[in-house]
């Protein structure tokens, strides 16, 4: 709020809460509505020992107050008003407007998300951001509130994302209130609709999210566009701030903000790319498909935001798509050519600045060219961490995908079983959903016969154990023991990820004021890579349950509200 420009047609009090077109400025002071009663859900214990509260400030009058909304009697210098953000819209690489309410892109922004402070804890700078925190001039005619269900989703993925290692913002609170609902479209129960089939009243709620900033590709975006409109005089300067404090914020330990514009725009292009390519590689490694990939959705830092219609593949489908509305240009394997859309979009926002140069702007566009050299890298360095083997092999990579596809597997379970280094294929069939002999695992008379389905999968296994050196690395000349090789595995294949229906059962039994389970999940969630009890394995270590594997609210939804 000191070092960017506030919106000049804003209020000074924060009191901001209609839809209404914003046309310059980096952001809108505004004052959070706070949740009416509310109640302590849960906190992250892990976040609050590396940030070094103690877990009981988290049930403190003061610390629920404020983290609930209600900025009245923050101390200094803590200010009384929090701030949001606007962005522009940006769908798989074509700029949109007419969504927008005012069909000018000039309303699209944060909603419901209201940052309330920067603090510098042991070195670091966190924005601390509530998510539901009522309606800002960017709600679009919405009620800027978040209901339970969605709140514990996105509480539990943030920390779940940072426990199996992939960069993501991180779940500080949840608090509730005990009486303040909203309606919501939503799924009957046993649903298998695609869309919502009634309207139910649910509880609203507040998570506490946090990063290093909340800057998206879409806020660039939205002031490279003004600049190239000639929307206000201030425009050029508004984007070339913007980027200097994306660099502040996200790249100050790779660049030198005091080089010039140019030069900084290549190495943020260049640094941006290295950390996106990273993330979509480790997306995949743990199964996690973002479902609505949009250009606003992609975080400049780097790392996973925005946890709205998000899912975890359990049954391996290249073109799993939790969101009903996201299309497989937003599916699971398609999340590389999203994000090359994206980062195009990103390599866009950036031309302006180097003010028609053409030694820059060639730079720049080789920058997003060699995108796809660079991700291609990330993934086949992941693939061969998965599979266990040193160098990455296309033709055993390619004959897994399509026996994957073919049986099909549960992602998880499948790369979990094989870092036990299995002589024989028989531990493999714990993820197969379905015997290889029923008939109720989609096998019919036209497909391959089961006897050579199984014959092809001991085939492929033959051809791994070769290749990852089992077969040889009793041998004094081996460098990688069994024991070396399963570690390795074991640490980028996860034991257990998060899965929907165990999600739902937990927010079920939340909706009626009892965390047991909440808890429960969490505390499992956030050590996805060790064994932990033979109670909880066979909990959480399972298939999903073939009666829910098109229920809506489960397999799939169109919003997470």
């Given at each position: 709020?000191?070092?960017?420009?506030?919106?000049?047609?804003?209020?000074?009090?924060?009191?901001?809460?209609?839809?209404?077109?914003?046309?310059?400025?980096?952001y809108?002071?505004?004052?959070?509505?706070?949740?009416?009663?509310?109640?302590?859900?849960?906190?992250?214990?892990?976040?609050?020992?590396e940030?070094?509260?103690?877990?009981?400030?988290?049930?403190?009058?003061?610390f629920?107050?404020?983290?609930?909304?209600?900025?009245t009697?923050?101390?200094?210098?803590?200010?009384?008003?929090?701030?949001?953000?606007?962005?522009?819209?940006?769908?798989?690489?074509?700029?949109?407007?007419?969504?927008?309410?005012?069909?000018?892109?000039?309303?699209?922004?944060?909603?419901?998300?209201?940052?309330?402070?920067?603090?510098?804890?042991?070195?670091?700078?966190?924005?601390?951001?509530?998510?539901?925190?009522?309606?800002?001039?960017?709600?679009?005619?919405?009620?800027?509130?978040?209901?339970?269900?969605?709140?514990?989703?996105?509480?539990?993925?943030?920390?779940?994302?940072?426990?199996?290692?992939?960069?993501?913002?991180?779940?500080?609170?949840l608090?509730?209130?005990?009486?303040?609902?909203?309606?919501?479209?939503?799924?009957?129960e046993?649903?298998?609709?695609?869309?919502?089939?009634?309207?139910?009243?649910?509880?609203?709620?507040?998570?506490?999210?946090?990063?290093?900033?909340?800057?998206?590709?879409?806020q660039?975006?939205?002031?490279?566009?003004?600049?190239?409109?000639?929307?206000?005089?201030?425009?050029?300067?508004?984007?070339?701030?913007?980027?200097?404090?994306?660099?502040?914020?996200?790249?100050?330990?790779?660049?030198?903000?005091?080089?010039?514009?140019?030069?900084?725009?290549?190495?943020?292009?260049?640094?941006?790319?290295?950390?996106?390519?990273?993330?979509?590689?480790?997306?995949?490694?743990?199964?996690?498909?973002?479902?609505?990939?949009?250009?606003?959705?992609c975080?400049?830092?780097?790392?996973?935001?925005?946890?709205?219609?998000?899912?975890?593949?359990?049954?391996?489908?290249?073109?799993?798509?939790?969101?009903?509305?996201?299309?497989?240009?937003?599916?699971?394997?398609?999340?590389?050519?999203?994000a090359?859309?994206?980062?195009?979009?990103?390599?866009?926002?950036?031309?302006?600045?180097?003010?028609?140069?053409?030694?820059?702007?060639?730079?720049?566009?080789?920058?997003?060219?060699?995108?796809?050299?660079?991700?291609?890298?990330?993934?086949?360095?992941?693939w061969?961490?998965?599979?266990?083997?040193?160098?990455?092999?296309?033709?055993?990579?390619?004959?897994?995908?399509?026996?994957?596809?073919?049986?099909?597997v549960?992602y998880?379970?499948?790369?979990?079983?094989?870092?036990?280094?299995?002589?024989?294929?028989?531990?493999?069939?714990?993820?197969?959903?379905?015997?290889?002999?029923?008939?109720?695992?989609?096998?019919?008379?036209?497909?391959?016969?089961?006897?050579?389905?199984?014959?092809?999968?001991?085939?492929?296994?033959?051809?791994?154990?070769?290749?990852?050196?089992?077969?040889?690395?009793?041998?004094?000349?081996?460098?990688?023991?069994?024991?070396?090789?399963?570690?390795?595995?074991?640490?980028?294949?996860?034991?257990?990820?998060?899965?929907?229906?165990?999600?739902?059962?937990?927010?079920?039994q939340?909706?009626?004021?009892?965390?047991?389970?909440?808890?429960?999940?969490?505390?499992?969630?956030?050590?996805?890579?060790a064994?932990?009890?033979?109670?909880?394995?066979?909990?959480?270590?399972?298939?999903?349950?073939?009666e829910?594997?098109?229920?809506?609210?489960?397999?799939?939804?169109?919003?997470?509200s």
């Amino acid at each position: 709020m000191d070092s960017l420009n506030c919106d000049p047609d804003a209020t000074v009090n924060g009191d901001d809460h209609y839809p209404r077109q914003v046309f310059s400025g980096h952001y809108v002071p505004v004052k959070p509505t706070p949740i009416e009663n509310p109640v302590y859900v849960t906190h992250s214990k892990t976040f609050f020992d590396e940030l070094g509260f103690a877990d009981s400030l988290a049930t403190s009058e003061d610390f629920i107050r404020l983290f609930s909304g209600d900025l009245t009697y923050v101390p200094e210098p803590i200010r009384k008003v929090g701030w949001a953000t606007g962005y522009a819209l940006s769908i798989y690489g074509t700029e949109y407007t007419q969504q927008c309410p005012f069909q000018t892109g000039n309303g699209y922004g944060d909603g419901r998300a209201i940052s309330v402070l920067e603090a510098v804890i042991k070195g670091q700078r966190w924005e601390m951001q509530l998510k539901g925190g009522g309606r800002t001039p960017y709600c679009r005619g919405a009620d800027g509130r978040a209901v339970l269900r969605s709140s514990i989703r996105e509480f539990l993925a943030q920390e779940h994302m940072h426990a199996l290692g992939v960069p993501t913002s991180r779940s500080l609170s949840l608090y509730a209130s005990t009486t303040e609902r909203v309606r919501r479209p939503w799924y009957s129960e046993g649903s298998t609709a695609a869309e919502p089939d009634i309207v139910i009243n649910e509880s609203v709620a507040i998570s506490t999210r946090v990063a290093t900033s909340f800057i998206r590709v879409g806020q660039l975006e939205l002031f490279a566009r003004r600049v190239v409109n000639h929307a206000h005089e201030n425009a050029m300067d508004e984007l070339e701030k913007i980027v200097l404090h994306v660099i502040d914020r996200e790249y100050a330990d790779v660049i030198d903000n005091n080089l010039n514009i140019e030069t900084n725009v290549i190495s943020l292009a260049k640094a941006f790319r290295e950390r996106l390519t990273s993330l979509i590689a480790n997306w995949i490694r743990v199964g996690y498909c973002q479902g609505n990939f949009n250009s606003d959705n992609c975080a400049v830092g780097g790392f996973t935001l925005d946890y709205g219609p998000f899912g975890f593949c359990e049954a391996f489908d290249p073109l799993y798509q939790p969101w009903i509305g996201g299309g497989r240009h937003f599916s699971f394997f398609n999340q590389p050519a999203a994000a090359a859309r994206n980062f195009a979009m990103f390599c866009k926002a950036l031309q302006p600045l180097l003010k028609g140069d053409q030694h820059y702007l060639s730079e720049l566009e080789d920058v997003q060219q060699g995108f796809a050299n660079v991700i291609q890298t990330q993934l086949e360095k992941m693939w061969a961490a998965k599979l266990g083997l040193e160098d990455y092999n296309e033709a055993l990579f390619s004959e897994l995908i399509s026996l994957m596809t073919l049986t099909p597997v549960d992602y998880t379970i499948f790369f979990r079983e094989l870092s036990a280094l299995p002589d024989k294929i028989e531990p493999l069939k714990k993820s197969f959903y379905g015997e290889l002999s029923s008939s109720e695992n989609g096998i019919n008379s036209t497909s391959p016969n089961i006897q050579d389905i199984e014959q092809h999968w001991s085939a492929w296994l033959d051809k791994w154990q070769t290749l990852v050196g089992i077969s040889d690395n009793n041998d004094a000349n081996s460098t990688r023991s069994r024991e070396a090789i399963s570690s390795q595995m074991k640490q980028v294949n996860p034991k257990y990820i998060l899965r929907e229906w165990q999600l739902v059962a937990a927010y079920k039994q939340a909706a009626e004021g009892e965390y047991t389970l909440l808890r429960e999940l969490q505390e499992v969630m956030t050590q996805p890579y060790a064994e932990q009890s033979k109670d909880i394995e066979e909990k959480y270590y399972r298939l999903m349950p073939a009666e829910l594997s098109d229920i809506g609210g489960v397999s799939h939804y169109s919003c997470s509200s």
